[in-house]
T-cell receptor, first 111, second 112 residues
Framework: GIQVEQSPPDLILQEGANSTLRCNFS?????LQWFHQNPWGQLINLFY???GTKQNGRLSATTVATERYSLLYISSSQTTDSGVYFC?????????????FGDGTTLTVKP | SQTIHQWPATLVQPVGSPLSLECTVE??????LYWYRQAAGRGLQLLFY??????ISSEVPQNLSASRPQDRQFILSSKKLLLSDSGFYLC???????????FGQGTRLTVV
């Protein structure tokens, strides 16, 4: 299966700072999602981004499928951004629910 | 809009006891359904998926089983829990190929 490597594993920021989270994957993919897991364990969909760039408020994501990586940008971070961020790429023409998850980046935003 | 319900939120069970976790989806028909487990500090591992009633595929050998008795209902079961079954279990649904997956709120299972 696909190998997924997320970096950095842990990140501590001061409120207002910007950050970039990276996701490398070992094979070509047809699908990639970014999730935020909040302190209660809920997985929140951030982006569905098999290729290209998308933006949603202070967050944006870029996937370069040919080079097998995706980036998640968080600008002007807030304490509510704290949690674990997962990328989940999927190879093949199947549903995203069969994605392979990385081990995540744990983000702590301090006030 | 589609919603996914998963219960209970937390569960403490003794070793050797049975398990039944339920997941239901509303607002869609014929969804693909998934059970994941998350160990502490790790990513999610796919346990089972289903593309239709009675159709279950297992991704990893384990002490658990899954069933799909109705189109929008997915159940995770065990006859006898082991300590190693402790973890955070999440149900997810998705549409057809190359669409997003959406997750329930999860069940935190502690086997004592």
């Amino acid at each position: 299966g696909i190998q997924v490597e997320q970096s950095p594993p842990d990140l501590i920021l001061q409120e207002g700072a910007n950050s970039t989270l990276r996701c490398n994957f070992s094979d070509s993919v047809n699908n990639l999602q970014w999730f935020h897991q909040n302190p209660w364990g809920q997985l929140i969909n951030l982006f569905y981004i098999p290729s290209g760039t998308k933006q949603n408020g202070r967050l944006s994501a870029t996937t370069v499928a040919t080079e097998r990586y995706s980036l998640l940008y968080i600008s002007s971070s807030q304490t509510t951004d704290s949690g674990v961020y997962f990328c989940a790429p999927l190879k093949g023409n199947t549903n995203a629910g069969k994605s392979t998850f990385g081990d995540g980046t744990t983000l702590t935003v301090k006030p | 809009s589609q919603t996914i319900h998963q219960w209970p939120a937390t569960l403490v069970q003794p070793v050797g006891s049975p398990l039944s976790l339920e997941c239901t989806v509303e607002g869609t028909s014929n969804p693909n359904l998934y059970w994941y487990r998350q160990a502490a500090g790790r990513g999610l591992q796919l346990l089972f998926y289903s593309v239709g009633i009675g159709q279950i595929s297992s991704e990893v050998p384990q002490n658990l089983s899954a069933s799909r008795p109705q189109d929008r209902q997915f159940i995770l079961s065990s006859k006898k829990l082991l300590l190693s079954d402790s973890g955070f279990y999440l149900c997810a649904w998705g549409g057809q190929a190359n669409t997003e997956a959406f997750f329930g709120q999860g069940t935190r299972l502690t086997v004592v």
